[in-house]
């Protein structure tokens, strides 16, 4: 739900998206058919570069909380893995997917993380793949969008199963770590890159 930094330089996501218990790693996946136009090693969301972690929370338009991502930087913090995003999701708001918008804020802080829990928690990766892409090789789920930041989900089961971040940027720049801010519109369909813009997108299943 790192990746320095909803949704924009885009460099997560979130979502780490727990070194706690219960906490499953998700990996990349790469889709069948798949255009790969470059493949460059990136964080989804920033994690800040001036403190050691950084805490993002995405909540619905009817103030209902959604998920939560603690993004470690370089250094372990306690618990926290270093280069890892924590997920916490409030599994009872995924309802309002495709009903309601989604905002974004994101806290920066030292020492001890603030407390997170979450009736569905997982972690992810820092360092992922940013692929390519000129036609989306992503469909389904629940869309949502701001600017040259999609976000993607899927749900099964009552939890999320599925997770990518898109970002769009100008031809020959390199993908970055993303810090979605602000809010996030309801979506749909494929997205697109805009002419005289690159692709790029990262996507994570959810065991």
Not at 24 to 39: H, L, N, T
Not at 47 to 70: D, H, I, K
Not at 72 to 79: A, R, T
Not at 81 to 86: L, P, R
């Amino acid at each position: 739900m790192q990746a320095q930094s909803m949704l924009v330089q885009a460099g997560t996501a979130v979502f780490a998206i727990l070194a706690a218990s219960g906490c499953i790693v998700a990996e990349r996946i790469e889709q069948p058919g798949e255009e790969e136009v470059d493949s460059v090693s990136e964080a989804q969301l920033d994690p800040g570069m001036l403190t050691p972690w950084r805490l993002y929370t995405a909540t619905f338009s009817n103030g209902q909380p959604f998920f939560r991502v603690l993004a470690i930087g370089g250094s372990n913090v306690g618990s926290y893995q270093a280069n890892t995003e924590y997920v916490y999701v409030t599994t009872a708001s995924l309802q309002y997917l495709g009903k309601k918008g989604v905002s974004f804020s994101h806290t920066d802080g030292t020492g001890a993380p603030p407390a997170q829990s979450g009736t569905q928690q997982f972690q992810l990766p820092v360092s992922s793949s940013w692929t390519g892409f000129s036609s989306d090789q992503v469909s389904g789920g629940y869309r949502y969008d701001s600017g040259t930041v999609h976000l993607r989900l899927d749900t099964g089961g009552g939890e999320i199963t599925r997770l990518t971040w898109y970002q769009t940027i100008g031809q020959g720049q390199n993908p970055a770590n993303i810090t979605p801010n602000g809010a996030f519109a309801i979506g749909s369909g494929a997205v697109t890159v805009p002419v005289g813009s690159a692709g790029y997108y990262v996507d994570d299943t959810i065991p």
